[in-house]
């Protein structure tokens, strides 16, 4: 019931694309077919993945990682703004051009939109130039798009006082999300390689297609989702509870809104 | 004499940054510094440099010049793709924001600002993915603008079928002060190493303080002004004659629009 006649919020739906997906040209073609096809306002969050390693190793620089977390040194965040900045992010725009969509190419640094903390150590372990958002402004991304355009999110970020930080993707998508559901209806699509969260990881044909507050514990304490689901879906409930009126975990190639798990 | 009673046209001001002073932290501290202070609304063009070609040969990618313009192929074109368009951009970005500058930065393939197409054969020379510029659209920059948001321009645009391409930067700055005329009193700032346009170029006191149509027409007849600094005159009177307020040549340590040669 809407007691104080506030229209109803517009729809808008954020993608996350993960950097398995942007470095396959015809994955990543399909997926900016599909996102082309999504209907309505909405924003793309893409990943780097493996192309900073490669670009990296070709640069002779060592990638160094601890429990599969990239350590970020000055030589590595040059190659992760260069990579995931220019390189991944303004050809996704171009495509995106080309199909009609009228993208700009963000990161957290541009107009101020993702202002993030560097890490302190954790555990002992210096993780280097890498970014916890802070705060995500929604009213300045809202405004670009209510003049139509897509914003296409990088995973870079800005302390504020000129530094990039290497950022999460997934984190740069559920902040950027939460920060727009106070404008909009937001849906949140993660795509991922799997068709959604699957009550047995070898049957692609167990998909759990709803997951509440409620039946997240169960699941997690009989053990249906383990590993590295837990956090995932810990972050969706997270962004539900903050005002995303829905998040999808989807495979890459089902982004449309009516595949893979929703949660609520 | 103003008879349709349009109000004044409010200043803008367009600074065009070279390479070798975006690759020099001291030099880029200072000019960051002196555009922070230009008062009102600006927009910075950056080139990019021998950065692209250091980049370049640590990949193993030959840099090839022909008549110091470099030729564009498909890996050099990836390398200033993440250079010019992460690296250099994006720190510029953050630097800015630093000093309180609301900055946004953007290739020409963001919101379809510039267009271009990819040039022909000239001479027999494949000059690669190179971009002629075809269109500017000064409207969404005058939007962007309107916001308090000030765009930083790398030297790349697309070709509106998917594909950056290597772009001129001076070209960039002047199709872009062009597009914003219609909006606004755009001075255009060209920076380069010399305090201006010299009557002798070993005489840093000869500084040239005025450059007209005329007046050009004499110092190239009697030699005054010749070589590299003849199409970068024309450029400018070109802009002025396009509807740009003033164009001045100068040092890149003094852009407060009080130095340097101005043509009008």
């Not at 739906?13 to 997906?21: E, P, Q």
């Not at 530094?163 to 949140?188: G, H, P, Q, R, W």
């Not at 509870?241 to 809104?257: F, M, N």
């Amino acid at each position: 019931m809407n007691t104080n006649n506030i229209p109803p919020k517009a729809p808008l739906t954020v993608v996350k694309v993960g950097g398995a997906v942007v470095e396959d040209d015809a994955q990543l073609s399909q997926l900016l077919r599909d996102f082309s096809a999504i209907e309505g306002r909405k924003v793309l969050v893409h990943g780097g993945g493996r192309r900073a390693t490669q670009t990296a190793a070709r640069l002779g620089i060592e990638s160094k990682m601890i429990d599969g977390r990239r350590i970020t040194d000055r030589d590595m965040l040059e190659v992760v703004t260069m990579v995931y900045g220019g390189l991944v992010n303004k050809n996704i725009v171009a495509r995106l051009q080309a199909s009609g969509i009228n993208a700009i190419g963000l990161t957290g640094a541009d107009m101020n939109i993702i202002r993030s903390r560097k890490r302190p150590l954790k555990d002992g372990i210096d993780f280097g130039f890498v970014g916890d958002v802070e705060k995500a402004d929604g009213k300045a991304l809202m405004r670009l798009i209510e003049t139509d355009v897509t914003p296409v999110v990088a995973p870079l970020t800005h302390d504020g006082q000129g530094c990039i930080l290497n950022t999460n993707a997934d984190t740069m998508a559920s902040e950027t999300a939460k920060a727009l559901a106070a404008f909009y209806d937001v849906t949140l699509i993660y795509s991922f390689e799997k068709p959604g969260v699957m009550a047995d990881p070898d049957d692609n044909d167990s998909l759990i297609p709803v997951i509440t507050r409620e039946s997240f514990a169960k699941l997690k304490a009989d053990g249906t989702v383990s590993g590295g689901m837990l956090p995932k879906i810990e972050n969706a409930l997270a962004a539900v509870e903050a005002g995303v009126s829905r998040v999808i975990i989807t495979k890459a190639t089902a982004i449309d809104g009516r595949h893979g798990t929703l949660i609520v």
